[in-house]
């Protein structure tokens, strides 16, 4: 399971949220690609170095596009999330909700809903936290707090997508009425991850048609 990486501020004051596992993954898996095309290019006959970059060609757009690509920055107006294949910019005013499932989800006033792919759900980590909050609350039943207690060790008691799914939500109830946080949501295709991925296949499918 993947665990978002906490957010931090960029240089336009917003903030981003990552899966560095995801990143971590991909890295390997182009690493493996890499490996794979110059095996075939110094040692492979005929048409398998070809073949090979054909296949390069189609696969490294599409884990750049699952691993690198997935990002959500969050400004005090929008939300701009960027998925593998689609960019959303959604104004915080056209939001109505984001919930976190077996997914990290965002819906808008309209009824449709956006994934978010770089707040991933790790299940494992939520079943974590719940039994340390279950810890917590046989320690103390009457949910007494002790003047020494450390605050932060609140939040450890929740999954990081959890925490991170509470955060945007609140920002969303409390910034929606602004008026600088209103407008219409923009949504644009990823044409520089599809476009190598189509020539790829196109030209996998034509080496394998005519072999």
Request: charged share 20%.
């Amino acid at each position: 399971m993947t665990s978002p990486q906490q957010p931090a501020p960029s240089t336009d004051s917003e903030r981003v949220f990552r899966s560095t596992a995801g990143m971590a993954g991909g890295a390997l898996l182009l690493a493996l690609i890499a490996w794979i095309v110059i095996d075939a290019v110094v040692r492979g006959e005929g048409r398998t170095p070809w073949l090979a970059l054909a296949a390069a060609l189609l696969a490294a757009p599409v884990v750049i596009a699952f691993t690198f690509r997935p990002a959500v920055f969050v400004g005090d107006d929008r939300i701009r999330i960027r998925n593998p294949f689609r960019s959303i910019v959604l104004p915080w005013g056209t939001v109505a909700d984001v919930r976190a499932s077996y997914s990290s989800e965002i819906f808008t006033q309209g009824g449709a809903k956006y994934q978010l792919w770089a707040i991933p759900v790790s299940l494992r980590k939520r079943k974590t936290a719940a039994r340390r909050q279950a810890r917590a609350a046989h320690d103390d039943p009457h949910g007494r707090t002790s003047v020494h207690a450390d605050v932060s060790d609140t939040k450890s008691r929740v999954a990081s997508a959890d925490q991170a799914i509470a955060d945007l939500r609140e920002l969303a109830e409390r910034r929606g009425h602004a008026p600088e946080a209103q407008g219409e949501p923009q949504i644009r295709w990823a044409y520089e991850v599809l476009a190598p991925t189509a020539a790829g296949a196109v030209l996998l499918a034509v080496l394998l048609a005519t072999a």
